[in-house]
């Protein structure tokens, strides 16, 4: 399994979206990630389509959508055409997530499902096959800059154990306060895939840290 | 009353929203109307507070701020802080009105209300004199591009009576569909502010349709 590396566009500067994009599209990085945040589900209101659209249209790399709404049902069809490859949706969100996910594949996309910083791994068990990918939220989802939860670690490891024998293939992704001080740390745990927003945009040269944190990747797999 | 031209952020380039701004400021232009939509009020996510910082950072001109959100009040302090020198709320979804704008001019800035088209101005009756604004709203709110709803002229002239004697001083603002085809109209019927969004950045110079629509503007005030 390859390691993957989502800059946030969360972080990235909004007066000028087509530089940071471009800046993306040169680098390492294997995905953009990008919150969509309604201050209904979580207390902030982010960004939706016209956003969404503006990002596809220079962005070279898969859109990882990290849906932060309540009824996210009503919108997957506009993220798949807005450009979405994944359409992650939460847990906490979602009373027919058996339903939800099926519409997202039916979509033409990746389905993932988030889980809170309270919500255990465990409640995944019945729909851990149906899903490419599952993130572990590592902050309260809301706000970039956030300090990332240690407990973290212990919830990517039990998701790790109970996907080998349900859904090996799933990809686990973790997003809130990752960076070069805690990855080598995610990667061990058994984490496939990195949401960084500050760590990269907040960086003296973005791309210098995006390829670092590929690097360390790299030297982990290789020790 | 002079009247005022506001291009909706909602139609400019979100690619490069620092580009569209600065021709907004070098136009004739008066305020940026910025149109924030939940997915739960209306039925289209648009953007929130970080393309507010962003447009804040640039913007040489005041930022008229539209909530199509749900529960308003818990975000007003947040859309003062970034920027907000008009803060207009929905009728319909603010159970407790009076509260929501009497908190707004507790954050420093002028309380609006919008009514969507199917919202009889007379509801406004017991509110209209702590207001600042008054925002008829000339299609169903949630997207851009849309035909204008003619009863709106109806809805103008009853306002505009109704504040003559209430609160001369308050701005009617028309929002949806709005161009040089019925501003003529609009300023006849009594409405001092509009906003235009596909009208000014569809067209092929938005600096010269900006200038034509203050010109209008002028030679009607003066025949």
């Known amino acids: 399994m390859k390691h993957l590396i989502a800059p ?17 599209n040169s680098s390492e990085a ?6 969509v945040m309604d201050g209904v589900f979580v207390p902030n209101i982010s960004f939706g389509f016209p956003v969404m659209e503006a990002i596809k249209k220079y962005a070279a790399k898969p859109l990882d959508v990290h849906l ?22 939460h847990y906490e969100a979602c009373t027919h997530l058996h339903r939800t996910v099926q519409a997202i594949h039916a979509a033409g996309c990746k389905a ?3 889980i ?14 149906d899903l490419d990918l599952v993130l572990v939220m590592s902050v309260n989802p809301g706000f970039g800059g956030q300090k990332f939860i240690p407990n973290t670690l212990n919830k990517v490891r039990e998701l790790k154990a109970m996907a080998s024998t349900i ?15 805690n990855l080598g740390d995610l990667i061990r745990a058994g984490a496939d895939a990195f949401v960084a927003g500050n760590a990269i945009f907040g ?9 670092e944190l590929k690097q360390l990747d790299a030297q982990l797999k290789s020790s």
């Open 167 to 181: 859904n090996p293939d799933v990809i686990i992704e973790v997003d809130g306060g990752v960076g070069i001080q």
């Open 203 to 211: 960086a003296p040269s973005p791309t210098a840290m995006i390829s």
């Open 30 to 35: 294997d995905w953009f990630h990008v919150d």
């Open 8 to 24: 946030s566009v969360l972080s990235a500067d909004f007066a000028n979206l087509q530089r940071d994009i471009e800046m993306v």
């Open 112 to 114: 993932g499902v988030a």
């Open 116 to 129: 809170n910083p309270h919500t255990p791994v465990v409640l995944l068990k019945d729909i851990l096959a």
């Open 68 to 89: 932060m709404i309540v009824s996210p049902d009503q919108y997957i069809e506009r993220f798949a055409a807005a450009g979405a490859s994944v359409i992650t949706v």
